[in-house]
Structures are given as structure tokens and as C-alpha cells.
């Protein structure tokens, strides 16, 4: 895991993998703290081990590595990552925080492809993006909307998807919330 776009992408497969079919997903950036907050109607958490990372319910591989590597890049930064279960029928809401003040902080990365490729990848999906900083909130993104007013083929057209792409790319960068912001990009460590 490179940067912030890559854990999201697994965030938002282990909401698929839930069940949900709908994950709103809250992006703050102020003061170089950046604030991401996950929410999905799926099966909800059925254990507190799921930071272990010899926890997981998937039966293909015994180690489920996403989350304990997610907590790690945000405590690394001084950050956290908390998951808890919505409510009793289920939902999942998780939370994480990374400090970019930090010289461990991963960058962004490519937030937008992530979203591009969640909305192609489980079309049956929907995703609401919500941004905001000091001074406004907006919503990014609501797929719901945008498959209906597109339709099917529209919204498989590669003009289509490019404007979907830069138009994501051009709200998160109007926040602040931009790759190129970050620091230590040049680092891999895993
Ligand atoms: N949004 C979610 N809803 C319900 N369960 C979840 C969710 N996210 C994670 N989990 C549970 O936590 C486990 C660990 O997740 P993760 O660390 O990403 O590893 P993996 O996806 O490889 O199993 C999953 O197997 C699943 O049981
Ligand atoms: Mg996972």
C-alpha cells in the first residue's frame, strides 16, 4: 500500500464484500489533517479482531492484511483508524485519520481513479463522495444520480468516464485534497 488511494480501494472492496449497496464516503482536509470517514449498509462487523491481522472472513487467504495496514499508515502519522459497527441490523462506519504534518504521511495518490474504478467495477453499487474543508462542504459524487441521468451506454462511453474522472479530480483538488500536496511520495514500503 502506496498511499491513501490504495487503502481506500480496499476499504470500499471489504463494503462490497459486506453486502452494502450503498458507502458514503466523507473526505475533510484542514490544516493538513485529513479526515476520512466510511459509512456502508452492508452485514456489518461481526468481530472487534478485524485490526488483527490474523482476522478475516474471507476463505481464499487465511491473513486479512487490509485494515491492520491502513491502521498502521495513520498511526504512523500520529493518526488513528476506528471501525464500528452502525447498528444493530448491521452497517459498518470507519474512520480514520492522517496527520500530513507527519514525514511518514503516504501521499494521496489517485483518489479519483479509485472512485472511477468502484463505479465501474461494481456498477450495481452506489457511492456517495462528499467533500469539505474550512470553508464548504459538497458532494462530489452520487452514482445513483449520475447512472440515471447518464443511462447505461452513456455512462460506458471512455468520453464519459474521463469527464466523470477529471470532474472528481477538480472537486478533491478544490479542496485541497490534490496528490501532488503530498510529502515522502517518493516512499514504498510495502
Ligand atoms: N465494511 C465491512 N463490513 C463488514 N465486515 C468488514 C468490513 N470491512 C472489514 N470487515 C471484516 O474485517 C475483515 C478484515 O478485513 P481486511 O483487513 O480488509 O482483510 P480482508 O479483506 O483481506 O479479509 C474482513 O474479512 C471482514 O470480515
Ligand atoms: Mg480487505
Redesign the pocket.
Known amino acids: 500500500m502506496k498511499n491513501i488511494a490504495d487503502h481506500l480501494f480496499?476499504?470500499l472492496?471489504?463494503?462490497v464484500?459486506?453486502g452494502?449497496s450503498e458507502v458514503k464516503v466523507k473526505f475533510s482536509f484542514s490544516k493538513r489533517i485529513f479526515f476520512c470517514q466510511?459509512i456502508?449498509n452492508?452485514?456489518?462487523?461481526?468481530?472487534s479482531n478485524?485490526e488483527d491481522?490474523f482476522?478475516?472472513?474471507?476463505k481464499t487467504?487465511r491473513?486479512?492484511?487490509?485494515?491492520?495496514?491502513l491502521k498502521k499508515t495513520a498511526e504512523e502519522t500520529q493518526g488513528y483508524l476506528k471501525?464500528s459497527r452502525l447498528n444493530k441490523e448491521g452497517g459498518?462506519k470507519?474512520e480514520f485519520i492522517i496527520n500530513f504534518f507527519h514525514i511518514d504521511a503516504k501521499p494521496f495518490g489517485d483518489l479519483a481513479r479509485v472512485f472511477l474504478d468502484a463505479l465501474y467495477s461494481w456498477p450495481q453499487m452506489n457511492f456517495k463522495l462528499i467533500a469539505q474543508n474550512d470553508f464548504s462542504s459538497d458532494v462530489i459524487m452520487d452514482t445513483e444520480k449520475v447512472k440515471e441521468k447518464l443511462g447505461e451506454d452513456l455512462l460506458y462511453s471512455s468520453q464519459i468516464k474521463h469527464f466523470i474522472y477529471e470532474t472528481i479530480k477538480k472537486e478533491l483538488r478544490a479542496k485541497g485534497i490534490d496528490d501532488q500536496f503530498s510529502i515522502g511520495s517518493e516512499k514504498d514500503n510495502y
Do not use: H, Q
Open positions: 480496499d476499504i472492496e471489504n463494503s464484500k459486506a452494502a466510511i456502508d452492508g452485514s456489518g462487523i461481526i468481530s478485524v491481522p482476522f478475516t472472513t474471507r487467504r491473513v486479512g492484511l487490509g485494515l491492520p495496514l471501525i459498518t470507519l
